[in-house]
């Protein structure tokens, strides 16, 4: 397969696959199938002020607050006319996700293409594109669609630091390993092919 042809292809996928998670992204059973949307959509409204009164840490809040920060100054702005900020709020942290949802795409075709050739590569990336649950999840301003992008770039970054011994290649590894476990705990699970990564290196 020419490497013109496996572009084109990968640009299809993903191009449908964003279609797909921009024509779902309604209200259709969202609080029925991920209840944690309005939590996440209600703490990043009260950022930062969230910060000094959280008491509950049973879950983890990277995605909440980045997305508070991301659309402070908005919110700021419309609170300062007498707006309701949370439709924009809202709507970002569904567009950020279904961004994210997309560049995860990207991000296994690389890896997938560091691992094995191209032709494994776009099988991989294609069948992410069409899965149900990664188009599903990425309409939605949850952390599932969140975390898949920082797993796959963490291991890409794995690969990177072990070919360059950079250190800032190391400490921006580093940094893709925290923000995925302070968007879910379960997330530090991927330190476990490290050593498995070496050795395939």
């Known amino acids: 397969m020419s490497s013109s042809t496996t572009s084109?292809?990968?640009?299809?996928?993903s191009s449908v696959s964003l279609s797909a998670c921009l024509v779902s992204s309604g209200d259709f059973c969202s609080k029925i199938y991920h209840p944690d949307e309005p939590k996440i959509i209600?703490?990043?409204?009260?950022?930062?002020q969230e910060i000094a009164d959280r008491r509950d840490l049973r879950y983890p809040t990277a995605f909440h607050y980045s997305l508070g920060s991301l659309v402070w100054p908005a919110k700021k702005l419309i609170e300062s006319r007498g707006g309701d900020p949370y439709p924009v709020?809202?709507?970002t942290g569904r567009v950020l996700s279904v961004l994210l949802g997309k560049a995860t795409i990207l991000l296994v075709y690389a890896l997938a293409k560091r691992i094995n050739d191209r032709r494994h590569a776009l099988i991989a990336s294609s069948a992410l594109a069409f899965s149900m649950y990664h188009v599903t999840n990425s309409a939605w301003a949850?952390?599932?669609?969140?975390?898949s992008f920082l797993l796959s770039s963490f291991l890409i970054?794995?690969?990177?630091t072990m070919d360059d011994e950079s250190l800032l290649l190391a400490?921006?590894?580093?940094a893709a390993l925290g923000l995925l476990v302070g968007a879910k705990y379960t997330g530090a699970i991927a330190i476990m092919p490290w050593k498995c990564l070496a050795q395939r290196v």
């Not at 209600?42 to 930062?48: H, K, L, N, T, V």
């Open 8 to 13: 084109a292809s990968l640009e299809y996928f």
């Open 42 to 48: 209600r703490e990043a409204m009260g950022f930062s």
């Open 89 to 91: 709020v809202y709507v």
């Open 142 to 147: 949850t952390t599932d669609v969140t975390s």
């Open 157 to 160: 970054l794995t690969f990177k």
């Open 171 to 174: 400490v921006t590894t580093g």
